[in-house]
């Protein structure tokens, strides 16, 4: 009898139940929530279906993402592998790679001023910057905060590696898919606030264009110049580059393909497992988390502002030539923010049509936060 109490206790106490805090059962709603945005509501579920799956599997049961030195067997969690190529920022540039082989730098050639509102919009992240440091975050924790106002995860992810950040990560990579995710939500009520109902119905001229031999140059001209300047932003730029160049050059369709496909979808679930994973409630539900929620929201919302407000300077200064809306399209969250742009300025006037323009700032401030991450290993000696 004493056996198969013996039994039964050892087989109740190796079940989840035994374990979990209140701490777990709150991040399992959370991923729970997330499940819901992102199959319900279709907010970015790319990105959100595998971080929430990531985030409730951790909850469950923390030891997939175990270091070997955590375990009694030495081998590790199945996550924690996955979590070492974030680490070793390898999963964010195969990301870039993927986003370049996918992009159409089209619209940034034809109408080179994107690159301005581009640059505009990065104004969030030092801005963060400054807040996390007076907030009372080290300058490489501040740093790596700070990109989440960009828009983007695999800059984030990746300049917290650099600058060995790995404990803020999974708060860094969650807040920062979150608000790509929350664009829609995000973005308009600030750009209808920053703008007029006649700006917004502003139709911009058709962009002109591009040869195939200005495509091509693109990529490798971007590369040499930025690399030269802050080689730091090699792994980053170079691979989206790449990409790019694989798409645009003609002759290599079979590497576009894998890399805008099987492989990009591939690092998606490694990378979004992962980061989910990072998110045990030990890890996650404390102050500086709450700090860095914070943080990355005003820097988004603050870096839309800015966008829009240099969207609005030039379309004085080009006498109402450019229209307003597509300076938000100025953080990375391809193709997010320039959808958001095509939406709100429909809703003015069913007529206009900003989705290729605002792709020109859109793409560019991919560029821009690489380079802001740049700087900062730059500053850092890196």
């Not at 089209?106 to 963060?128: D, E, K, R, V, W």
């Not at 790449?242 to 591939?266: D, H, P, W």
Request: net charge neutral; with cysteine.
């Amino acid at each position: 009898m004493s056996y198969v109490a013996n039994t039964l206790g050892n087989l109740l106490h190796q079940t989840a139940f035994a374990n979990l805090t209140l701490g777990n059962f709150l991040m399992i709603a959370i991923a729970g929530v997330f499940l819901y945005l992102a199959i319900a509501k279709d907010f970015e579920p790319l990105l959100l279906v595998p971080i929430a799956f990531g985030m409730l599997l951790v909850n469950i049961y923390p030891d997939i993402i175990a270091s070997p030195a955590e375990t009694s067997n030495g081998v590790g969690g199945l996550l924690y592998y996955f979590y070492q190529l974030d680490e070793w920022s390898i999963l964010p540039s195969l990301i870039f790679m993927g986003v370049g082989a996918m992009t159409d730098f089209s619209p940034l050639i034809a109408n080179p001023i994107s690159f301005l509102m581009g640059a505009g919009a990065q104004f969030g992240i030092y801005m963060a910057y400054l807040m996390a440091i007076l907030m009372g975050f080290n300058d490489e924790a501040a740093a790596a905060i700070s990109i989440i106002g960009g828009a983007d995860g695999p800059t984030s992810i990746f300049l917290a590696g650099k600058l060995g950040q790995s404990a803020l990560m999974g708060p860094i990579a969650v807040a920062a898919y979150s608000y790509m995710s929350l664009v829609p939500i995000i973005q308009p009520p600030i750009m209808k606030l920053l703008t007029t109902e006649k700006t917004r119905k502003i139709h911009m001229a058709q962009l002109r264009p591009v040869s195939k031999l200005e495509k091509i140059l693109f990529p490798i001209v971007v590369t040499v110049v930025v690399c030269l300047i802050l080689p730091t932003t090699a792994p980053l730029v170079g691979m989206l580059m790449l990409g790019n160049l694989f798409k645009e050059c003609g002759v290599v369709r079979q590497l576009t393909e894998t890399a805008s496909n099987a492989m990009m979808y591939i690092v998606v679930i490694l990378l979004g497992t992962s980061v989910g994973a990072s998110t045990s409630a030990e890890a996650f539900l404390n102050v500086s988390t709450l700090k860095i929620v914070a943080l990355g929201l005003i820097a988004f919302m603050v870096a839309t502002a800015a966008g829009l407000i240099l969207g609005n300077l030039l379309c004085l200064v080009t006498k109402g030539k450019i229209n307003p809306l597509i300076g938000s399209a100025g953080v990375s969250a391809v193709p997010m923010s320039a959808r958001v742009s095509q939406k709100v300025g429909a809703e003015a006037d069913p007529t206009n049509f900003l989705l290729m323009h605002a792709m020109g700032p859109n793409v560019a401030g991919v560029i821009g936060t690489a380079v802001a991450a740049g700087v900062f290993m730059a500053i850092f000696g890196v």
